[in-house]
């Protein structure tokens, strides 16, 4: 009996495929019109056969309603079908037998965007995602599961001519503060900044400085926010979200007065993009100079930012 079992162990045990994608630029990053090029690599321990082996890069936008905006049913019912931007078909190589060992499969195509469509920057949010994947498959008989692997790479906008700066002079103090009932009971204090410009390019830290002029309690924390502005539109439903990216700490403790604090962030890959508005679509980004007093009271000045490349 322990001699069938064995038998029937060996003949379901999976042979090991070992499938991988290699892209000639290590940082993965194109624009629209480059070559995108590398090797499918494929590595068996014996003699594989196999149906071909073919590879689709695409590039979508996936939309998603927040259910914040218009509820759970109606963020069901108005689902937003994913937009494709890109889709290009190979065949890298038809069916036929693997040796033992690695195999290189050489691939090459132009990127370019579907007819009438525009290939976005890459952009990783919580309501939009702007993603171009490659994927490859090794097709197999009916009797072994075809063999699949993924790969993300990025889309970026070609460079630009630099935009001309917008500085942004600012003051905070008791009396500019909105949405606040009783003003008296506020201590009081003025703060001041310049931000140096409000059309930012991405690849740029955003830079300014704020000064603390005068406090009757202590400043606690200074934090810089960047904040992403997801709206999307579907049919009738409107959905417009914003949610924290990064928080940077300038400053921390007992801060001096007259003291200029320097404000420095980089814009993170990925996670912001350029400024990109669409019928669809928009996506934004603000930045927030927060300010924590010893007693927790917070005190924000928002700015709306335009980031290009």
């Known amino acids: 009996m322990s001699q069938y079992n064995t038998i029937g162990f060996l003949l379901v045990t999976p042979m ?4 991988e994608i290699l892209l000639k630029r290590p940082n993965k990053v194109y624009h629209n019109g480059d070559t995108i090029s590398g090797v499918v690599t494929v ?4 003699d594989v056969k196999h149906e071909g082996v073919f590879m689709t890069i695409e590039g979508t936008v996936d939309l998603q309603i927040s259910t914040q905006n218009v509820g759970a049913f109606d963020t069901l019912y108005n689902s937003i079908k994913p937009i494709q931007l890109m889709m290009i078909s190979l065949e ?3 069916s036929g037998k693997f040796t033992r060992g690695l195999t ?7 990127i370019q965007p579907l007819l009438n469509k525009v290939l976005y ?5 919580v309501f939009i995602n702007i993603q171009y994947l490659i994927k490859a498959v ?3 008989n009916f009797l072994n599961k075809d063999i699949y692997r993924t790969m993300e790479f990025v889309i970026e906008n070609k460079p630009t001519l630099d935009l001309p700066s917008k500085p942004d002079r600012f003051v905070i103090n008791q009396n500019t503060l909105t949405n606040v009932n009783d003003k008296c009971s506020i201590p009081k204090f003025h703060i001041s900044g310049t931000i140096d410009s409000v059309v930012c390019p991405i690849t740029q830290p955003f830079l300014g400085e704020v000064t603390i002029e005068h406090s009757d309690i202590p400043i606690k ?3 810089v926010q960047l904040v992403r502005v997801e709206i999307c539109t579907c049919s009738e439903v409107f959905s417009k979200d914003a949610t924290e990216i990064q928080n940077i700490q300038v400053a921390e403790g007992n801060i001096s007065t007259g003291i200029s604090i320097p404000i420095y962030m980089m814009f993170p890959r990925l996670f912001s993009c350029c400024t990109t508005k669409t019928a669809i679509f928009k996506i934004e980004f ?3 100079v927060s300010i924590i007093f010893i007693d927790d009271h917070l005190v924000i000045e928002n700015f709306p930012i335009t980031l290009f490349r």
């Open 104 to 110: 290189e499969i050489p691939f090459e195509a132009t």
């Open 138 to 140: 090794i097709k197999r």
């Open 286 to 288: 603000e930045v927030n």
């Open 92 to 94: 890298i190589t038809r």
């Open 221 to 223: 924390s200074i934090d």
């Open 121 to 125: 920057e890459s952009y990783h949010g």
């Open 43 to 46: 590595e068996t321990p014996t």
């Open 16 to 19: 090991a495929i070992d499938l």
